[in-house]
Structure formats: C-alpha cells, structure tokens
Nanobody, 122 residues
Framework: QVQLVESGGGLVQAGGSLRLSCAAS????????MGWFRQAPGKEREFVAN??????RYADSVKGRFTISRDNSRNTVYLQMNNLSPEDTAVYYC?????????????????WGQGTQVTVSS
C-alpha cells in the first residue's frame, strides 16, 4: 500500500512562493506517475501538474508559474509555486499512479494524500 504525505502548505501573500512536498512510501517510487491536484471550496478537484514516464504536464492556469519535479532517491515529488494569486487558494493533493502514466484524469490515480492547505491573501 502506497502512502503519500504532503507538506509545505501555508499562508502567503499574492505574488509569493511556496514549495509543496509529497513523500511516498514504497520501494518502486521511480515507477509511479505522480500528480498534483487541488480543490477550492465549493469546486471540484482539478488537475494541476503531473510527471511520469511520458513527460510533464501542467494545467493552463499554472503554466509558467508552477514547476513539478521529483527526487527518486528521496521518494519525493515537489511542486514549486511562484507568483501565487488568491485564485490558487485550495487544498493541494498529491496522487500516485501505479501504471506510470502521467494523466490529467483523477481516475488514473490509485493513491492520494490527505492534502495540504494553501491560502493566498490579496
């Protein structure tokens, strides 16, 4: 069973930066595709970024501001978020896909973390 634990959320002013981390259990982390999703109050959970054997993908709303990366030696995936705006306020979730394919659909992911709150003040 894969366990995912997010960290790094918090309160930041508009224009600021945060780096989220997601630590994963499991000896085959390098084979997983990893994704970041977010859910704002009253909205559905939406795709943010992913990384897998088929490459890296970003939602249009974060392209150029967010960067996803992974350190397989640490079983960790990161999301560097720059130039944050109040519209980025949400709970951010990390997810892993056993098939290694980085997809934007939530159904592609097998395991989810508990989420970390990101709040951006104006």
């Amino acid at each position: 069973q894969v366990q995912l634990v997010e960290s790094g959320g918090g309160l930041v002013q508009a224009g600021g930066s945060l780096r989220l981390s997601c630590a994963a259990s499991g000896r085959t982390f390098r084979n997983y595709a990893m994704g970041w999703f977010r859910q704002a109050p009253g909205k559905e959970r939406e795709f943010v970024a992913n990384i897998g054997w088929n490459g890296i993908r970003y939602a249009d709303s974060v392209k150029g501001r967010f960067t996803i990366s992974r350190d397989n030696s640490r079983n960790t995936v990161y999301l560097q978020m720059n130039n944050l705006s109040p519209e980025d306020t949400a709970v951010y979730y990390c997810a892993s896909s056993d098939n290694g394919i980085a997809a934007t659909e939530r159904a592609n992911y097998d395991h989810w973390g508990q989420g970390t709150q990101v709040t951006v003040s104006s």
